[in-house]
């Protein structure tokens, strides 16, 4: 295999390698360390690059895997052994300075891991560095104005979306098997689709958010992105556990369990029911954007899936009380940490103006937006059983391909949106009911640009949008981002 064959191989392939001493994960951590030299100049995937300290995890797992079985000293973690991995810059890393993409937080070291983080030592994983974000999460651009701007590996001139913009172009651009970003109206989809690789958030508290530098946290999610739906279970198994909800008795948080990979790739005992609403999610999406979508799950009959198309209004009336939620409690985040408004200047514009708007909104519409919030799920409930049960929804991920830096607005069906509500009102209603959704490639324009189709479950049915996903790879194979070139 050649060192770019190494570079887009699977989390499987990669450790079926290593435990047949074919390759070593220190070699493979040298030859990521060595990709991100040469490639992360052009795209401003990473902030920081920890390779002392991925050496040494690198060493470590070469040790733990390579002692003789049975002796002292052999300990095989898992499929995550040794594997090179991201983090989001809003995820608290042990004696490495977290940012958030920020100014505030630019020399912030934190003493303690996210729990995220330690699940993923726990598993054996190697801690590449730290990824471009929008400042502070908020925003679905990472057009950073500190850090600069991360740049799509499909085209240079465009944004890779965001705010988990460095984590998606690096995993599409083979500078890490997989990353963890932060999601709350749609930061890990959102990048996913623009950069053509797979992104999960789970179901609302699947995965803890401690340790996370927070945007709302009764919005936030924390998931994988992955260049196939089986990384992204494996991911998603090693930073899941039965953890209690800080300050409670509640263990809410609940592992995410499967024997083996093979029950993500294994064909359903009975038809896949697929719905399709066909309101809100299907309207204004840029022609051939929705042609993409609309042939590719169409497709899916072909392969003995059963859709059902049918309506459900009420989500229109979800985008405003999710945006009050999202400006409110980012605002109050930010004054209880005394940066706002005392350090108001060093915010970037966009970030500045939205922490202004917080300040703006009215107590009882906060209030009745939780309580909207408390039902969003039984709405898609519904959903899921009309007309007949369901397994999951099918709906556009984004209705434009990436825009390009800098562009503030986007032309769809003759009528110009601003790129920030564009990107964000078909992943929005996921966040609000706390429900898990995946984004997985489903084509290219005529430009050559990624298109991804996003799937919609039930509380706690990841394994299933998983299956459904990887089903829908071996659909698509040429979706692959092993396509993309620097």
Known sequence: MTDSDIAFASIEEIGKLFRKRKLSPVELAKMMLARIERLNPKLNAYITVTAEVALAQAKKAEAE??????????????????????????????????????????????????????????????????????????????????????????????????????????????????????????????????CGIVGLKPTYRRVSTEGVVPLSKKLDHVGPLARSAVDAALVLRAITAGDYIEGTSLKALIPFKFRGVNEIRQKPARPLHIGIPQDYFWDRIDPEVREIQWQAVQSTRRHGVILHEFHRPVLHSWTDPSTRIALADATAFHQRSGWFPDRASEYGEDVRMRLEMGLEVRAADYIRALEMRQMAWLHLAESRGSPGFVDALAVPANPIVAPLIGQEEASIEGKNEPVRAALLRLHRPANFAGVPAISVPCGFTSAGLPVGLQLLGMCWTEKTLLQIAHAFELAHPFCRPSLVTL
């Open 65 to 194: 895997l390579y002692a003789p079985r049975g002796r002292q000293g052999h300990h095989d973690r898992g499929p995550l052994h040794g594997i090179p991995i991201s983090l989001k810059d809003n995820i608290y890393t042990k004696d490495i300075r977290t940012t958030a993409g920020s100014k505030i937080l630019k020399d912030f070291v934190p003493k303690e891991d996210a729990r995220v983080v330690a699940r993923l030592k726990g598993a054996g994983a190697i801690i590449l560095g730290k990824t471009n974000l929008h400042e502070f999460a908020y925003g679905v651009t990472t057009n950073n104005p500190h850090f600069g701007p991360t740049r799509n590996p499909w085209d240079l001139s465009r944004i890779p979306g965001g705010s988990s913009g460095g984590s998606a172009a690096a995993v599409a651009a083979g500078l890490c098997y997989g990353s963890i970003g932060t999601d709350t109206g749609g930061s890990i989809r959102i990048p996913a689709a623009l």
